[in-house]
Nanobody
Framework: QVQLVESGGGLVQAGGSLRLSCAAS????????VAWFRQAPGKEREFVAA????????YYTDSVKGRFTISRDNAKNTLYLQMNSLKRDDTAMYSC????????????????????WGKGTQVTVSS
């Protein structure tokens, strides 16, 4: 059973940057597809970014393309999300997830496809 723990969230001004981390334990994520999702109050959970373990393809939702970068360090068993040029609309609870039963589909995964989830880290962007 893989456990995922996020960190790095916080309060940042619009235009600023944050780097989220997702540390995995209880198993290796090197052979898992991984992703970040976010959920704002009153809204559904939304796909943000994903990284396939076969071929290393990355996918982003349109609203974060060019601003966010997903990466992983398999030696540290950790997933990252570098977020630049943050906007108020990026305010949400960010959660990392891993898919053990298969890789990331082209274009990005749906929440139901992910097998393991962290509890999330809050990102708040102020104007």
């Amino acid at each position: 059973q893989v456990q995922l723990v996020e960190s790095g969230g916080g309060l940042v001004q619009a235009g600023g940057s944050l780097r989220l981390s997702c540390a995995a334990s209880g198993g290796t994520i090197s052979t898992y597809g991984v992703a970040w999702f976010r959920q704002a109050p009153g809204k559904e959970r939304e796909f943000v970014a994903a990284n396939a373990w076969i071929g290393g393809a990355t996918y982003y939702t349109d609203s974060v393309k060019g601003r966010f970068t997903i990466s992983r360090d398999n030696a540290k068993n950790t997933l990252y999300l570098q977020m630049n040029s943050l906007k108020r609309d990026d305010t949400a609870m960010y959660s990392c997830a891993a898919r053990a039963a298969g890789d990331i589909d082209y274009g990005g995964p749906t929440p139901s496809q992910m097998d393991y989830w962290g509890k999330g880290t809050q990102v708040t962007v102020s104007s």
